[in-house]
């Protein structure tokens, strides 16, 4: 059921109250380490990137400046178990405007992939995965589109070499992810 504007802002108020309890003051170090994420503790809160966020823009939940706030007050469980931070699109206009070089979305990719190795992944790109690993590209492309390529005279798509493929997913450890979040 749809919620109007002003229960939604009640929900997220709600939710936003922390107690001691939600704190882990390990968390900002622990995210910290990870690659492209070493500068969280450098953000001032100036907020020039959720000024700048396209996606801010259209939403009433996504502040990039929150988020990173949230890893800072050590948020760790509202953070990995929030649907928000699947909605960055890594446009990476907040890397080019933040004057303390913090690396946001690289961040959000560190939290994204706190939440999948703790057994979360969005369907939306469960699905794109078994893609790739089916077919090497993202999207399952229709015979329809392939004969209309065919008719305005493009060529072929390129086949993926789907071997390499598997074994990338293999030595990554995704296949095992991807088999976890199966279950
Ligand atoms: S632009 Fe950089 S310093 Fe400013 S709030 Fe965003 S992350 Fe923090
Ligand atoms: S990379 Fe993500 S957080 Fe940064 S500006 Fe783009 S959508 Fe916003």
Redesign the pocket.
């Known amino acids: 059921m749809s919620k109007n504007k002003e229960t939604k802002g009640k929900e997220t108020e709600k939710e936003m109250m922390v107690k001691l309890s939600d704190i882990d003051p390990k968390f900002k170090y622990e995210i910290s380490k990870l690659p492209g994420a070493e500068n969280v503790l450098?953000?001032?809160?100036?907020?020039?990137?959720?000024a700048d966020c396209p996606i801010a823009r259209f939403s009433d939940f996504y502040r990039?400046?929150k988020l990173?706030r949230m890893v800072q007050l050590g948020l760790k469980n509202k953070l990995l178990s929030n649907d928000v931070i699947w909605l960055c699109s890594t446009c990476f206009t907040?890397i080019d405007?933040?004057?303390?070089?913090?690396g946001?979305a690289s961040i959000v990719r560190a939290l994204r992939n706190l939440t999948v190795e703790g057994g979360t992944m969005p369907v939306v790109y469960k699905e794109l995965a078994s893609n790739i690993l089916k077919t090497g590209y993202t999207y399952i492309i229709s015979g329809l589109r392939l004969k209309k390529r065919e008719d305005q005279g493009l060529p072929p798509l390129p086949k993926a070499n789907l071997e390499s493929v598997a074994k990338l997913f293999d030595v990554t450890g995704f296949s095992k992810t991807l088999e976890k979040e199966r279950t």
Do not use: E, K, M, N
């Open positions: 450098l953000c001032f809160q100036c907020g020039t990137c959720t990039p400046r990173i907040c405007h933040c004057p303390q070089d913090v946001i």
